[in-house]
């Protein structure tokens, strides 16, 4: 086994530890607006960003030589889209299905590589789609039967939470499929592509946003920001692009789908919502039906 291999691996396995965080931290910046909140956030992760590339490349231009137009653009778009509907979903009402509807991208990213890359798909990997598209059913069937909230209320936000939640999973896959045409770009450029994000975050924050007093933030909120940005929109980024490169992808994507479990359990142990019997299930179906398409990859090998 490469060294390679192994760092991407390992790089892979820290990079999916670093997004199940993202099912709590959100939650723990309070009621900070979710522009301002991104934009924060990823201030956070442009500082860190900022010293290494002067390390690594002794100048931000011959970074940015290495990066074209295309590149620099679509990923902030992209990135941003994420991003939004992200923290949309999360906030939504409903953290547990938002955060397993964010989760269900690997199936739009078995169909967007057949309908993009021509990758061939087998029966295995449709049975793989519809056990997803199941389990995002009982999830807003079981948000309705939560206890001590009024049903029509809780019902909309539900629904909402799922929508922007499948939203998030379907650019977030578009994202990964373009990205691969960008193999020659290194890997930390992404850092590039979240300056745009932030500036545009601050703009719309100013644009649409109610001001926010940041000087009354708790040390809760401040650690929930300091957390987003170095590791879930931060490190998380340059070691997905690493893993998916170097990595063994099946072996990778295969951990990717305890993503909404272990996002789950940190939603649970918080105590931002309580797991019930119908999401355990929802869980099941939805983890049953990647390792489907998982093990029709393999087939195909």
């Avoid at 396995?13 to 309070?30: M, R």
């Avoid at 997803?132 to 909402?160: H, K, T, W, Y």
């Avoid at 994000?197 to 708790?218: G, K, Q, V």
Wanted: hydrophobic share 55%; glycine share 6%.
């Amino acid at each position: 086994m490469s060294k390679n291999l192994i760092y991407g691996n390992l790089f892979g396995v820290l990079a999916i530890l670093f997004w199940s965080f993202l099912s709590v931290l959100p939650i723990l910046a309070g009621d900070i607006p979710n522009m301002l909140l991104l934009a924060l956030s990823l201030t956070i992760s442009v500082l860190v960003f900022i010293p290494y590339w002067v390390v690594k490349y002794r100048s931000l231009s011959s970074l940015v030589k290495q990066v074209n137009f295309e590149y620099l653009i679509v990923s902030a778009l992209l990135l941003a889209a994420t991003e939004i509907t992200f923290l949309c979903a999360m906030r939504a009402g409903d953290p547990i299905a938002a955060y397993i509807s964010v989760n269900i991208w690997p199936t739009f990213m078995l169909l967007f590589s057949y309908l993009f890359l021509g990758h061939k798909l087998s029966g295995m990997h449709y049975v793989s789609g519809l056990f997803g598209a199941i389990g995002v059913i009982i999830l807003a069937m079981s948000s309705v039967e939560a206890p001590s909230v009024d049903i029509d209320q809780n019902l909309g936000s539900s629904l909402f939470a799922i929508l922007f939640g499948l939203a998030n999973a379907v650019l977030w896959s578009i994202y990964s499929i373009w990205n691969r045409k960008f193999s020659l770009v290194p890997v930390d450029s992404v850092g590039l592509p979240l300056i745009i994000c932030m500036l545009n975050a601050y703009i719309i924050h100013f644009l649409i946003e109610a001001p926010y007093d940041l000087s009354n933030i708790s040390y809760e909120q401040i650690s929930a920001l300091l957390i987003l940005g170095a590791l879930p929109w931060g490190a998380a980024y340059v070691l997905w692009g690493y893993a998916m490169r170097f990595g063994d992808i099946k072996f990778i994507s295969l951990l990717g789908y305890t993503m909404p479990v272990l996002g789950s359990i940190w939603i649970a142990l918080f105590g931002y919502s309580s797991i019930q019997f119908n999401t355990v299930i929802a869980l099941i179906i939805i983890t049953f039906g990647s390792l489907l398409s998982v093990f029709a990859k393999k087939q195909e090998s």
